[in-house]
């Protein structure tokens, strides 16, 4: 299965700071994505992308942005983080459909990053 | 109209009974891809299991079966012989191509507490 990292896994910030959210998947996989979860709700996507040098934006209005500058690596960033940014942040990764054995284009997901800002 | 609909937010089950969570779907796409997803307390996202539109048998992954009826565009997941560690939220998710992406669409989850 696929091995995607996330850091930090716990992050409490005041408002106004930068914060960076790592991701990185050693599985060379080209698609890798963003869902913000606040706690018991379902997941939504800020961020996508589908190789290096491709992000464009998902389903739910955010004030992150994201680079995709290597394949493994996809970083999330707020440039001044707000109470209202206080959630949990989701990485995920997967293969083109067609060479993920038969698991059409499966989503493999990191551990996550708790952020609350103060 | 909900793309994905769990209509249980909780559930009891006894230990090493089996249990199933429900889950509806709604697309117009003819090919699209069924997931279930497990989320302990801890808080990652563990794939269970995966159905395609175009499979003819239902999926089984160890004591995850997912129970795929096509016309009545349902993917209930079945798990066997629950155990304690089965506690977590659950999550349906349907992947459909959308204005020239796949699009995964995530459903409000289940919240499943095995009783010992």
């Known amino acids: 299965e696929a091995d995607i990292y996330q850091t930090p896994r716990y992050l409490v910030i005041g408002t106004g700071k930068k914060i960076t959210l790592e991701c990185s998947q050693t599985?060379?996989?080209?698609?890798m994505y963003w869902y913000q979860q606040d706690p018991g709700m379902e997941l939504h996507l800020i961020h996508y992308s589908y190789g290096v040098n491709s992000t464009e934006k998902g389903d739910l209005s955010s004030e992150s942005t994201v680079s995709r500058i290597r394949t493994e690596h996809f970083p999330l960033t707020l440039e001044s983080a707000r109470p209202s940014h206080t959630s949990q942040y989701l990485c995920?990764?997967?293969?083109?459909?067609?060479?993920?054995?038969?698991?059409?284009?499966?989503?493999?997901f990191g551990p996550g990053t708790r952020l609350l800002v103060l | 109209a909900q793309k994905i609909t769990q209509t249980q937010p909780g559930m009891f089950v006894q230990e090493k009974e089996a249990v199933t969570l429900d889950c509806t779907y709604d697309t117009s796409d003819p090919s699209y891809g069924l997931f279930w997803y497990k989320q302990p307390s801890s808080g990652e996202m563990i794939f269970l299991i995966y159905?395609?539109?175009?499979?003819?048998q239902n999926a089984t992954e160890g004591r995850y079966s997912l129970n795929f009826q096509k016309a009545r565009k349902s993917a209930n997941l079945v798990i066997s012989a629950s155990q304690l560690g089965d506690s977590a939220m659950y999550f349906c998710?349907?992947?459909?191509?959308?204005?020239?992406?796949?699009?995964?669409?995530f459903g409000t989850g289940t919240k499943l507490q095995v009783i010992p």
């Open positions: 995920a990764s997967s293969k083109p459909r067609g060479t993920s054995g038969g698991r059409g284009e499966t989503q493999y």
């Open positions: 599985m060379g996989h080209d698609k």
């Open positions: 159905q395609g539109s175009y499979d003819q």
């Open positions: 998710a349907m992947r459909e191509a959308s204005g020239g992406y796949q699009k995964v669409t």
